[in-house]
């Protein structure tokens, strides 16, 4: 079974950084690209980010684009979100997912059959 632990959220100014973390579990990391989603209140769940299995290919939104940035380390099955200039706009829980499928690089939420808890971003202005 799979599992998703994301970490890294909290409170913090306009203008500022935080770095998401998300650990993975049940599954074997290197084969999958993992993704980032996020929700704000009254709001669809949207895309942010997600990087290829090794690495070498990341996509953004571009809400976060020049700002995230995403990144891996298959060694300790971890996905980071390094998020800077933050906004108020950025305020939401953000979820690390990975896709059902290994090897597949997409976007969309139906593409990803595994979930973090999420983990709380909020960004005063």
């Known amino acids: 079974q799979v599992q998703l632990v994301e970490s890294g959220g909290g409170l913090v100014q306009a203008g500022g950084s935080l770095r998401l973390s998300c650990v993975a579990s049940g599954l074997t990391f290197s084969r999958y690209a993992m993704g980032w989603f996020r929700q704000a209140p009254g709001k669809e769940r949207e895309f942010v980010s997600t990087v290829s299995w090794s690495g070498s290919r990341t996509t953004y939104a571009d809400s976060v684009k020049g700002r995230f940035t995403i990144s891996r380390d298959n060694a300790k099955n971890t996905v980071y979100l390094q998020m800077n200039s933050l906004k108020p706009e950025d305020t939401a829980v953000y979820y690390c997912?990975?896709?059902?499928?290994?090897?597949?690089?997409?976007?969309?939420?139906?593409?990803?059959?595994?979930w973090g808890q999420g983990t709380q971003v909020t960004v005063s202005s």
């Open positions: 997912a990975a896709p059902t499928y290994a090897y597949k690089l997409g976007t969309a939420a139906e593409e990803f059959g595994s």
